[in-house]
């Protein structure tokens, strides 16, 4: 099956800093998806990103579908975007089945 | 998008007892799915909620386990069977929203199994 690997594992930053975070996949999908959890479980949707590129406040993301990657930039952290950064991709089988990396856990201290 | 809610947001439940989870969406939805989050990992699909038929299962998941009903476009639940501590993990509902490509995440509900 398809493989979702992303990067660092975790991260520490001090507030202010930017920071990028990583996700490879091996085949080709029809779906990639940015989510952050916060500290207590909820996981909230950052970008809908097969390529191209978003943006959003502080954060932007690129995807180079041809080269299956994705970089999420979180630009000027702040404390409250410590958690747990997923990247989840869906197969180009019509399934909308996520399948998720194991998550980059960042802690932004003040 | 689309709201989610799920019941309970957490238990904790003894050893060999079942547990079931609901969860509601605000709106109709053709693809509902269940996942589960053990302690320290990522998430991991369990099953694709069916409306109107059986739910379809990913590979390591039983229905025995696992029985999932879908009685509707707007509401599913999610039983835990004979649960061991091995069972402790969050669990969360999402659904797909037709035309948006996205898919929407409940706030989970968190087992602890004693």
């Known amino acids: 099956g398809i493989q979702v690997e992303q990067s660092p594992p975790d991260l520490i930053l001090q507030e202010g800093a930017n920071s990028t975070l990583r996700c490879n996949f091996s085949?080709?999908?029809?779906?990639l998806q940015w989510f952050h959890q916060n500290p207590w479980g909820q996981l909230i949707n950052l970008f809908y990103i097969p390529s191209g590129t978003k943006q959003n406040g502080r954060l932007s993301a690129t995807t180079v579908a041809t080269e299956r990657y994705s970089l999420l930039y979180i630009s000027s952290s702040q404390t409250t975007d410590s958690g747990v950064y997923f990247c989840?991709?869906?197969?180009?089988?019509?399934?909308?089945?996520?399948?998720f990396g194991s998550g980059t856990r960042l802690l932004v201290r003040p | 998008s689309a709201v989610i809610s799920q019941k309970p947001s957490r238990d904790i439940c003894q050893r060999g007892t079942s547990l079931t989870i609901q969860c509601q969406v605000d709106?109709?939805?053709?693809?509902m799915f269940w996942y589960r989050q053990q302690p320290g990992q990522s998430l991991t699909l369990i099953a694709t909620a069916n409306q109107g038929s059986e739910a379809t299962y990913e590979s390591g998941f039983v229905i025995d386990k696992f029985p999932i009903s879908r009685p509707n476009l707007t509401f599913s639940t999610l039983t835990v069977s004979n649960m061991s501590p091995e069972d402790s993990s969050i669990y969360l509902c999402?659904?797909?929203?037709?035309?948006?490509?996205?898919?929407?995440f409940g706030p989970g509900t968190r087992l602890t199994v004693l």
């Open positions: 999402s659904v797909d929203i037709a035309n948006a490509d996205t898919q929407y």
């Open positions: 989840a991709v869906d197969k180009m089988d019509s399934s909308y089945k996520l399948i």
């Open positions: 085949d080709s999908v029809n779906n």
């Open positions: 709106s109709q939805v053709t693809m």
